[in-house]
Nanobody, 128 residues
Framework: QVQVLESGGGSVQAGGSLRLSCTAS????????LAWFRQAPGKEREGLAA???????TYADSVKDRFTISKDNTKNILYLQMNSLTPEDTAMYYC??????????????????????WGKGTQVTVSS
């Protein structure tokens, strides 16, 4: 049985940083594309960043240059380093694993339906 678990969320002031972590049992990260999504109250779930099995990365424009996705295959841990946080980043953050999405031969974050394994999320709250 696959279990995905996020951690590292919390409350931070605007301009601050947080690093989220994601671990999983029952699947090995080096065989999957991994992604971070977030969902704010009343909004749709939004793809933020993804990393393929070969470490190719891609980012949503909303977080590019502020967030960094990385992974440690030896420890089976996925990270999301978040810098320069703003109140608009307040949301529940989710880790997901899937087969990987390519559009026009370019690695893409894809959408919720492209990922088969999800964690329950970790809350990030940014105050002004």
């Amino acid at each position: 049985q696959v279990q995905v678990l996020e951690s590292g969320g919390g409350s931070v002031q605007a301009g601050g940083s947080l690093r989220l972590s994601c671990t999983a049992s029952g699947l090995t990260f080096d065989s999957y594309a991994l992604a971070w999504f977030r969902q704010a109250p009343g909004k749709e779930r939004e793809g933020l960043a993804a990393i393929d099995s070969d470490a190719t990365t891609t980012y949503a424009d909303s977080v590019k240059d502020r967030f960094t996705i990385s992974k440690d295959n030896t420890k089976n841990i996925l990270y999301l380093q978040m810098n320069s946080l703003t109140p608009e980043d307040t949301a529940m953050y989710y880790c997901a694993a899937g087969a990987g999405v390519y559009r026009d031969y370019r690695f893409d974050i894809g959408s919720e339906g492209d990922y088969g394994y999800w964690g329950k999320g970790t809350q990030v709250t940014v105050s002004s």
